[in-house]
């Protein structure tokens, strides 16, 4: 067991369609069967441009920074799953370097 993780809806479909194949012919190769079976899982977190462009102007005025782009994460997250129902935007906010912890 596991989970497969992508950025992309059609690059977790390629991974689940060639996880098979690999699956059947390998028990085919050894005259066994495979009954293979895969729980696709969250969807891709993907942030809708106009509530994203909403999130990084209130955080700019609020802080009078202009947000830090992050990099994508492999991070396990359903929030894609509202995302999918509405548009919105998935922040990560911190308080930054200078907190005493």
């Known amino acids: 067991t596991g989970t497969v993780r992508t950025f992309?809806?059609?690059?977790?479909?390629?991974?689940?369609d060639r996880m098979k194949a690999i699956a059947e012919s390998?028990?085919?190769a050894y005259g066994a069967t495979v009954d293979?079976?895969?729980?696709?899982g969250v969807l891709p977190t993907i942030n809708a441009e106009d509530p994203t462009a909403v999130a990084r102007a209130a955080a700019e005025a609020v802080?009078?920074?202009?947000?830090a782009e992050?990099?994508?994460s492999m991070g396990g997250e359903d929030f894609s799953e509202m995302l999918a129902v509405r548009?919105?935007?998935?922040?990560?906010?911190?308080?930054?370097?200078?907190?005493?912890l």
């Open 8 to 16: 992309h809806v059609p690059t977790k479909e390629l991974v689940r």
């Open 26 to 28: 390998t028990a085919a």
């Open 36 to 40: 293979f079976a895969y729980f696709d």
């Open 63 to 67: 802080t009078g920074n202009v947000p």
């Open 70 to 72: 992050l990099p994508m």
């Open 87 to 100: 548009p919105g935007a998935f922040i990560i906010l911190g308080n930054g370097p200078s907190a005493d």
